[in-house]
Nanobody, 123 residues
Framework: QVELAESGGGSVQAGGSLRLSCKAS????????MGWFRQAPGNEREGVAA????????YYADSVKGRFTISEDNAKRTVFMQMNSLKPEDTAIYYC????????????????WGQGTQVTVSS
């Protein structure tokens, strides 16, 4: 059983920055990839970024490419996402997720999810 705990959300003005973190605990040996997803009210969950848990390829949604950066610390079983140049449309609950097969931004491939952290961006 994998437990994921996100933190780092908050409220910022447009153009500001936030740094999210997600620590995995439990049976973390099964994790090959970590991803960040977001869901705004009335919208479907959207893949934002993903990274191989130990270094390697990264994946980004077009909407955040160049603004968000995903990184990870395999030894600490933690994934981060630096979010710069935030826009109001980035407002959502952000979730981290664990994937056995490192399937990019396909949410259906992820088997363990955190509780989410709220990000609010005002104009």
């Amino acid at each position: 059983q994998v437990e994921l705990a996100e933190s780092g959300g908050g409220s910022v003005q447009a153009g500001g920055s936030l740094r999210l973190s997600c620590k995995a605990s439990g049976d973390t040996g099964s994790i090959n990839c970590m991803g960040w997803f977001r869901q705004a009210p009335g919208n479907e969950r959207e893949g934002v970024a993903a990274i191989y848990f130990g270094g390697g390829s990264t994946y980004y949604a077009d909407s955040v490419k160049g603004r968000f950066t995903i990184s990870e610390d395999n030894a600490k079983r933690t994934v981060f996402m630096q979010m710069n140049s935030l826009k109001p449309e980035d407002t959502a609950i952000y979730y981290c997720a664990a994937d056995r097969d490192c399937s990019g931004l396909a949410s259906s491939a992820y088997y363990s999810w955190g509780q989410g952290t709220q990000v609010t961006v005002s104009s």
